[in-house]
């Protein structure tokens, strides 16, 4: 390698940064595991929609989506059918009774539901998107 090019090898890596996390990043995942359909029906009936990250200790089986899913329906509040997991996006979002589960302790219900499936869940956004 020549000075010149080696020069420019360390210039560019001076001015390297390491790149911050964006909007962009959760509105991937939101949109990842966004139905359009689950959030009509939420909003006529009075219910919640909430968005999750959701993160895996191990790679996914053929089964976990399912599992996943079948452990959240079963959080006192949640709608059954209202839940997606989209794991390549590493998102989630579920449709919830704000009378039986209020929003405060839906991540903590949540978390108890998934963790000991080898699973973690960050909260993103309570309500659709575009929602005033």
Known sequence: MNFAA???AA???ALAV?????GHCVDDKVAAAYDHAVVQRARAQGREVAFFSLEL???ATRDTEAVIRRAIERIPGVERGSVR???EAGGLSLAFDPKRAPEAGVPNALDRAVTPLGARTVLLRFGSPGKT
């Open 6 to 8: 080696a020069g420019l």
């Open 11 to 13: 210039l560019f890596m």
């Open 18 to 22: 390491p790149a911050a996390a964006c």
């Open 57 to 59: 200790a191990q790679p």
């Open 85 to 87: 997991v989209a794991l």
